[in-house]
């Protein structure tokens, strides 16, 4: 017999992968724009 799933271990599980994809939208995010910065900064001082 397996056991009934638990709506509160479900919603913390949904919730924290959640976060896990905003973080790495953010990280992502964060890593182009510094991408983009240093080009900018090369391109100015040549």
């Known amino acids: 017999m397996s056991p009934r799933p638990d709506p509160v271990r479900d919603e913390i599980r949904r919730r924290q992968k959640s976060r896990a994809v905003v973080m790495a939208i953010a ?3 964060f890593v182009i724009l510094v991408y983009f ?4 900064k090369m391109a100015v001082y040549g």
């Open 37 to 40: 910065i240093s080009i900018a």
């Open 27 to 29: 990280l992502f995010a």
